[in-house]
């Protein structure tokens, strides 16, 4: 089996993972599925959130991953697993997070050559978050789909986290990963509470706009 090492490999997330005992098997093999290659198939998982990435990066098949996974004797590994695929997609999400808000740089070309970069947005990106994390007020049903009042109330939030996030660069050095993270949820929040509060106050003014 051929390795993709092209990629570069993603920072540890920031959690527990459990204690488990591996899987037994009937042959003890160097390249085999050891108790430490399974082990460091869990914290690869949970970097990753990728089952294939995972077995990759220990030098192993997904087959083979699900076949231990599916062992009588895997119950502990199972628990394990799905441990590590929550950290793992929790830690995609934050960095989708990060993406949507803050946008990415993408290169300007003329006639062939790179001459600057722009910053693109993903709102479609954003609004699949927002619809996760807040339901209640995002959900893509025709029922709640976004008003005019809704899409202008975004721009304008966007336009605000932006201006924090460029406040945030002065000082990034200082600031920890997970301060990161918390703050994009306590926004998310402060959104929940707005939107809630307009939703509400809404149904007020067109009563009073209609006597």
Same mark, same amino acid.
């Given at each position: 089996?051929?390795?993709?090492?092209?990629?570069?490999? /993603?920072?540890?997330?920031?959690?527990?993972?459990?204690? &488990?005992?591996?899987?037994?098997?009937?042959?003890?093999?160097?390249?085999?599925?050891?108790?430490?290659?399974q082990?460091? &198939?869990?914290?690869?998982?949970?970097?990753?959130?990728?089952?294939?990435?995972?077995?990759?990066?220990?030098?192993?098949? +997904?087959?083979?991953?699900?076949?231990?996974?599916?062992?009588?004797?895997?119950?502990? &590994?199972?628990?394990?697993?799905?441990?590590?695929?929550?950290?793992?997609?929790?830690? /995609?999400?934050? $960095? $989708?997070?990060?993406?949507?808000?803050?946008?990415?740089? %993408? #290169? %300007?070309?003329?006639?062939?050559?790179?001459v600057?970069?722009?910053? %693109?947005?993903?709102?479609? /990106?954003l609004?699949?978050?927002?619809?996760?994390?807040? +339901?209640?007020? &995002?959900?893509?049903?025709?029922?709640?789909?976004?008003?005019?009042?809704?899409?202008?109330? /975004?721009?304008?939030?966007?336009?605000?986290?932006? $201006?924090e996030?460029?406040?945030?660069?002065a000082?990034?050095?200082?600031?920890?990963?997970?301060?990161?993270?918390?703050?994009?949820?306590?926004?998310?929040?402060? %959104?929940?509470?707005?939107?809630?509060?307009?939703?509400?106050a809404?149904?007020?003014?067109?009563?009073?706009?209609? #006597?």
């Open positions: 089996m051929t390795i993709d090492k092209s990629r570069p490999s /993603l920072p540890a997330v920031r959690g527990t993972l459990p204690e &488990f005992t591996p899987v037994p098997r009937h042959y003890k093999r160097h390249d085999g599925w050891t108790p430490e290659r082990r460091r &198939f869990i914290e690869a998982l949970a970097d990753s959130g990728s089952v294939k990435r995972a077995a990759h990066a220990v030098n192993m098949t +997904p087959e083979g991953a699900y076949l231990l996974r599916r062992h009588k004797h895997g119950e502990e &590994f199972r628990k394990a697993w799905e441990a590590a695929l929550a950290l793992g997609v929790q830690r /995609l999400e934050d $960095a $989708a997070m990060e993406r949507a808000i803050h946008g990415v740089e %993408v #290169p %300007v070309y003329h006639f062939g050559q790179i600057g970069t722009r910053r %693109v947005y993903n709102d479609r /990106l609004m699949f978050l927002l619809r996760n994390r807040a +339901p209640e007020r &995002f959900a893509a049903d025709g029922a709640k789909a976004l008003s005019a009042v809704d899409h202008a109330m /975004l721009a304008r939030l966007k336009r605000e986290w932006r $201006a996030w460029e406040a945030e660069q000082d990034k050095d200082e600031r920890s990963e997970a301060e990161l993270i918390d703050s994009i949820n306590r926004k998310l929040d402060a %959104v929940r509470e707005r939107m809630t509060h307009d939703a509400r809404l149904p007020q003014a067109s009563r009073s706009d209609h #006597p």
